[in-house]
């Protein structure tokens, strides 16, 4: 097996700093957790690999050149539901259409223009709470 020169375990550290959110995509492995997992990037190995502890309790790490994850973009909070979102424009397009379909004027309404505005605003995570988006 061929391992990844430096600069590439350098570039995927950059791109994959502690912390960052992903959700599975592929695994081939018969112990990969679920795909559309989600976890959250606990390091990246000198083999480029990348480190991932699953919402699922799961440790397997994200082999670099076989396995593949997104990066997830946005995080909405509606109704004290957490949602997470690897397309803005999904997420665009899911509260847009929320928008139309609720009374004018309703609380409801509210809610998801606020997290609509934001969104459209750039905002990494919003809520339907006033004081909790970034």
Do not use: H
């Not at 609720?102 to 934001?118: A, F, H, P, Q, V």
């Amino acid at each position: 097996m061929k391992f990844p020169s430096e600069e590439i375990v350098e570039w995927v550290r950059k791109d994959y700093p502690v912390g960052t959110r992903v959700q599975l995509r592929e695994m081939n492995d018969p112990y990969a957790p679920p795909i559309g997992t989600f976890g959250t990037v606990i390091g990246v190995d000198d083999t480029a690999s990348i480190e991932v502890s699953w919402d699922n309790g799961s440790s397997l790490n994200v082999v670099y050149g076989k396995d593949k994850v997104d990066k997830v973009l946005v995080t909405t909070i509606c109704y004290r539901q957490k949602q997470e979102w690897t397309s803005r424009k999904e997420a665009i397009e899911f509260f847009r259409q929320g928008v139309i379909e609720c009374d004018t004027g309703s609380s409801e309404c509210s809610r998801y223009t606020k997290i609509l505005t934001d969104l459209m605003m750039g905002k990494s995570v919003c809520t339907d709470e006033e004081d909790e988006c970034d």
